[in-house]
């Protein structure tokens, strides 16, 4: 029975998704690049959604086995077709009639047989997220995507107040992110300590309706999507966000002429926030990364500059470049960030920001023991920068790209720069009446775009914690912080790991060592996207 129409039988809109076995990495990426251009609806990871599956494999059961489908009464009403059909689709610019020629057949009887269907793979999974790998791209995107609006939801409304509802949203869709199959059974996460009730709830309904209605209906309500959009510009948290609304406001152009009492962040966030709307992508956060390297060298040579952040977690996208900063030679790093300010807005490369001094010391590690506060002490400047609109697009050579700068030589009296000094002209600007205002800057004609950066420095002796602290994810911080405080009884920051027992701090010259002091396996990077 096919179905001519761009549509399945109960008229769902066609949603492919492509089973790369056998299928080359470039042509996959040409197949599916293609296929968005021509506006056909593909997605990266197989999920209730799909209407289609389209393969390279030769028979129905392999393809199951691919997708780690062991109901498969989850494929009913799915097409299992050839890549040929899939490929004529996008010649053609639209969904072509499904032929019998184009369904992937059954195995010959002899060959295989299908896997039983009582055998639905459980969940075994660990009590803590740093426990176990969580990939960035999973099987459960679906339902995972759908409990984090609901985090959001209540972060948005218990803003201000302790963030337990919110995190139990956040500890299911964990859960789930790291399962190496997709759930299409709800009886699979029953009895799953982090996966309470509303959270299979919206996961059952799902898996029957292919949305959940209170996430449709929370998309949909104005005052999360104006909080949503508000809480993302710079300097604005929810609680503020929550206040504009109340306020009345209703867009970002609304705010930046009502809203009364702005800080610097918020004044430059909405003049820039068109700018500041669109994701980092992964090109520009390099491009930056090498160019503020090679600032970085010439001021302090032997300097260490890792992108952090999501991108050091594999994402390709973000919303803004985290730069950690250190020196081998303890004592180097100090006095480093404001004469790289200095020469950076001397390369035109800096907007706005803050410089804010180092305010650690050792009772910060031993004291305050508490793990709810994820504000790090460390010395950080927290800004906008220029970025050139060549950066988005081609990969810069930082070496050439200093003759295009404003001024080539290194500027005068920054050996002896410190941050009493440091002063940026734009906040000079700021203050002065009659200067330009943000809004000027952002409406004049200019090459380049506005992009959220944070530079911190770390002294050698704690880069290791700074740099797993700075990597995130957010959420993994909070669940090993936890997990450290609570069956070791010992306090991890990015600043360092405090031995209650022993009362002292446990140095660490890798993130590896720093795993091995809390007694877990190593996970790289791209295994803490909780
Ligand atoms: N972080 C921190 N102290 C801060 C700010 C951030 O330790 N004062 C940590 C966060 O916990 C996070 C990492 O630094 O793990 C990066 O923060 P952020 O840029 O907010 O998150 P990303 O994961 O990089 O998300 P995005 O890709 O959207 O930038
Ligand atoms: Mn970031
Ligand atoms: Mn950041």
Redesign the pocket.
């Known amino acids: 029975m096919s179905d001519p129409e761009a549509s399945t039988s109960e008229s769902k809109p066609v949603v492919v998704y492509i089973v790369p076995t056998r299928i080359q990495k470039k042509r996959l990426k040409d197949i599916k690049s293609a296929a968005r251009r021509k506006k056909l609806s593909v997605v990266e990871s197989f999920c209730p959604k799909v209407t289609h599956i389209v393969s390279e494999l030769d028979n129905r059961y392999k393809v199951a086995r691919k997708l780690k489908i062991v109901d498969y009464s989850i494929l009913k009403g799915i097409e299992l077709l050839r890549l040929t059909w899939f490929t004529a689709c996008i010649k053609k610019a639209e969904i072509l009639p499904v032929e019998d020629e184009h369904r992937i057949p059954e195995p010959p009887p002899e060959a295989e047989s299908a896997p039983p269907i009582e055998s639905l793979p459980q969940i075994t999974t660990t009590e803590w997220a740093c426990q176990r790998a969580t990939p960035l791209r999973h099987f459960n995107e679906i339902f995972c995507n759908a409990l984090e609006v609901l985090q959001m939801k209540a972060e948005f409304i218990d803003s201000g107040q302790d963030h337990l509802r919110s995190l139990a949203f956040r500890r299911a869709s964990c859960v789930l992110k790291s399962l190496p199959f997709m759930i299409t059974n709800v009886k699979q996460v029953k009895g799953q300590k982090d996966i309470g009730g509303h959270s299979r709830q919206v996961i059952k309904e799902i898996l029957a309706e292919g949305f959940a209605t209170e996430v449709e209906e929370t998309l949909k309500d104005p005052w999360f999507q104006k909080v949503k959009i508000f809480s993302t510009i710079f300097g604005v948290g929810p609680a503020t966000a929550k206040i504009w609304v109340e306020q009345g406001v209703n867009t970002v152009a609304e705010a930046l002429v009502k809203c009364e009492r702005k800080n610097w962040m918020v004044q430059w966030g909405l003049a820039f926030h068109d700018d500041l709307k669109e994701q980092v992508q992964l090109i520009e956060a390099e491009n930056l990364t090498a160019v503020i390297k090679a600032e970085a060298e010439r001021i302090l040579p032997g300097v260490i500059v890792t992108l952090?952040?999501?991108?050091r977690?594999g994402?390709s996208?973000?919303?803004?470049v985290?730069l950690l900063f250190s020196h081998p030679e303890e004592g180097k790093e100090v006095n480093f960030l404001p004469k790289l300010l200095t020469q950076l807005e001397q390369r035109s490369l800096i907007l706005c920001g803050k410089l804010e001094k180092s305010s650690y010391g050792d009772r910060v590690l031993s004291r305050d023991y508490n793990t709810k506060g994820?504000?790090?002490h460390y010395e950080k400047w927290i800004g906008l920068m220029k970025l050139p609109k060549r950066f988005c697009h081609e990969k810069i050579n930082p070496s050439e790209y200093r003759f295009l700068m404003s001024n080539n030589a290194p500027v005068r009296g920054i050996e002896t720069c410190t941050a009493d000094d440091y002063e940026p002209h734009s906040k000079k600007q700021r203050l002065c009446e009659g200067e330009p205002t943000p809004l000027s800057f952002a409406t004049a004609p200019r090459t380049w775009i506005a992009r959220r950066v944070?530079l911190v420095i770390a002294p050698y002796s704690m880069y290791h914690y700074a740099l797993l602290?700075?990597?995130?994810?957010?959420q993994?911080?909070r669940d090993i912080r936890l997990y450290s405080q609570k069956t070791l009884n010992q306090k991890l920051t990015?600043h360092g790991l405090w031995n209650f027992e022993q009362n002292k701090k446990l140095p660490a010259a890798s993130e590896e060592e720093i795993f091995q002091h809390l007694n877990l396996s190593y996970l790289k990077p791209s295994d803490r996207n909780c």
């Not at 952090?308 to 991108?311: C, D, M, R, V």
């Not at 602290?469 to 957010?474: P, Q, V």
């Open positions: 952090t952040g999501g991108f977690r994402k996208a973000g919303h803004d985290d994820h504000m790090d944070d602290g700075w990597t995130g994810s957010k993994f911080n990015s």
